[in-house]
Structure formats: structure tokens, C-alpha cells
């Protein structure tokens, strides 16, 4: 059972004008090939059929008459796979789709009445052509490439690594990327949903949340409705192009005649270790709103939260030690010095067992909820479902925020 927005209605499109063979999914163009078609026009049929026949490694035997051929071998020319159509009333044997052992043929006029194609696109395309698929072939002298928009990706002048034939995917105007690849490359974290069939795909700086079949986008805590919609295929998330600017803050562009799309954007130097996570917060019982550029991140499975807004509500104050270049956090009888370098944090100048994981951020000190739950005995109730934290202080502390004076505060980071 696919999910919303799989692709799943393939169609052939053949023009023996240009020697071009098309594959569509559900209308949206994959990938056009090269072939081979009849030495004479009327050698291949023109007409509206369909594969009737799917054989691994056929057997041949020439139509004038002679030995069979077994499949498999390089006298054989229908190469490792054929699909059978049922062009002029035959069965399935006549007419095909095929692989071939003279790949110099390819893109000229040759055969017999099937169409050629090279080995490796025979078998790629075999896999994805049922029988049942409808087959149509045509003449005249329509390019089918040029129904692509683009032909070639970059992404700060590297080209990603799409897997065959399911790079740039066209349908009308716009023009698919499959996302997974393009993100990757630029260090977001993807995570897919099961039960909601959705992609979250984060870095530091955005949270964007999609669903195959739906034009709702979410942008951080905003949602936006788009003009199309992505879809599914081979188990990867295509979107429109536009995405990639108008939601991910991509820089495209395209030089006059070029069927190159050149992206620029900035490289996650964390590598999607640690994302933004947006939660909604209350503190004692009361909704505890954070500004988007203090919105909590997510290291794994660890929570890290902006230190002087989460210590603050709690009653303590939050200052910095430059001599040891340390956050200080005092509440009420605890004084806890945390290294910005990594080294252990000390509670009341004994080494503390919980890391603090502590983590800077456009100036920003961040620490591990954890850290402060263990720390400062704060009960939390996270629910990743709700996107929800909930966080209790053992007296019910006033919220207060109590600042250093702005000299003691002069440092790089920006608690």
C-alpha cells in the first residue's frame, strides 16, 4: 500500500523522430533514453499498445528462420530483458522493447521493428514497467529531453548523487528534486514519519516539515500552503524546486540555454548533528514563550535549551567567569561553573557526573535539559508527539529574570 502521493502509473512514450524513449509515472516525466528503431519507418509500428510480455535473458531466433539462441549470451540481440507489446494485434513476440548486443546502434535507425535500447536502461526500465503499461509510438520531431527543464543539478558547484534515471523529475512547468539527496549534501537531518507519513527535515537554523500529497509546509513554527504538492517515489520525497528557496532559503539560478540548476546555500558545519527542535514550554504551569532565534535544538536524543531563559525562570542567576571562560549558574545553594571547552562542570567546585553538553550557538550558551533536571532537581515532561516540555521547579520558583550588568556580560557568548 503506497502512502498519500506515491507515484505508482507508469507510460512509454516512443518517438521514432528523434530516437527518444520517455518514462512518466502518474504524468510526471523521469527520464528520457536513447534507442534504436526500424531501418524503415514503417518497420516499427506507430499506435497506442501495451506490454504484454516481460522475459529475463529472452531466447531469439532469427525471423528468416535458424537456431535458437539462448538468452544470456553475446550472439543473442535482445540483450537481457524484453517487454513485449502487443503493436499490431500480436502477442507479445513480434514487437518489443529490448536490450541489444551492437550498442553502436543506438540512436540511429536499425532494427528490424523493436525498439533498442542500451543494456543498462533496458534493465532499469524493466523493473519499473508492469505489464498492462501502456506503450505509445509516435513520429515526428519533438525532442522529448527538451520536456525536461533541467537536465543537471549542482549545489554549491558539486552535484549530488541521485540515484539513476531519478534526478530532476518534470511535470508541466515544474520540476521535482528528489530532497533527500539535495538536503543531505548540505547537512540537514531527515526524519520520516511512519504514522503521520511526514518529513521533518532540520538543521541549526529551521525545522521544514512536508507531507507527500499535501501543500501545507511548515517553516519553524509558521505554516505555509504551496502551490504544488510533493510526492513520493522509490521511497524518496521529490518537491517543486521553488521549495528550495521559498522554504529552505536556497540561492537558485540558471544561466541563459543552460539545462543547469545551479544552488547555492550555506553548509551546516554540524553536520545535522544538532537541529533546531521547536517545542511549546510551560514553566510551573504557565506557557513559557521562546523568541525563534532561542528556540531549543536537539543533539540526538538529548534536549539542549538556551541557559540564561531556562535559569532564569527558575530563580537563578546566569553570569560568566572569563578567567575560566565558564557559564555560572547560581541558585540558591548551588553554584555550578560549566567550561565552554568541553571540560567537566563542577557543582560547589566538585565535578558533576552529568555532562552538561554544553553548546554555543550564535553566541548563545545551550545546555542539556538533562544536565539541569539532575542539577537543580527540575521535573520535565517532554512529549516528542505533541512537540510539548513541560517543566515543574521543586518550589514552584517565581519566574524572574535577574541579570548581570552588562560589563560582567562581555564576552562571546551571549548567555
Known sequence: MYPQGALTEPRVLINKGTNQLAIFE??????????????????????????????????????????????????NPLGPRWLGINALGTGG???????????????????????????EDIVWLYERIPVGTEVEIV????????????????????????????????????TYLPLRQIASALGYRLDWDDSADTLLVSNIEREVLIKPGSRAVTVNTKTYEASDAPFLLDNMTFVPDYYLKSFFGFEPSSEEGSRTLALKAPIDPNGGRVVKYNLAVQFNGKSFNLPESLATLKDGQNLLVPVRPFCAAAGATVGWNDDTKSVEIKMKDKQVSIPVNGSPSKVNGVVA????????????????????????????EFSEQSRTLKISTSKNAQVVFRLLPPAQLSLKARL
Not at 523521469?30 to 506490454?51: C, H, I, M, N, S
Not at 522475459?55 to 549470451?73: C, S
Open 139 to 174: 513520429n515526428n520531431d519533438q525532442n522529448l529531453s527538451a520536456l525536461k527543464k533541467y537536465d543537471r543539478v549542482t549545489i554549491n558547484g558539486m552535484e549530488p548523487e541521485f540515484p539513476p534515471h531519478l534526478g530532476p523529475v518534470q511535470a508541466g512547468e515544474v
Open 353 to 380: 557526573e552529568t555532562p552538561a553538553n554544553i553548546f554555543i550557538h550564535n553566541d548563545t550558551a545551550y545546555l542539556s535539559l538533562g544536565f539541569l533536571n539532575n542539577i537543580f532537581g527540575f521535573n520535565s
Open 26 to 75: 502518474d504524468g510526471y516525466l523521469l527520464d528520457v533514453f536513447p534507442v534504436a528503431t526500424g531501418r524503415q519507418p514503417q518497420f516499427t509500428p506507430e499506435g497506442e499498445w501495451r506490454v504484454v510480455v516481460k522475459l529475463v535473458y529472452p531466447a531469439w531466433r532469427h525471423p528468416d528462420g535458424g537456431p535458437l539462441i539462448p538468452g544470456g549470451v553475446p550472439e
Open 93 to 119: 513476440s513480434n514487437y518489443g522493447v529490448h536490450g541489444n548486443n551492437a550498442p553502436y546502434s543506438i540512436g540511429t535507425y536499425a532494427s528490424s521493428g523493436c525498439v533498442r535500447m542500451y543494456n
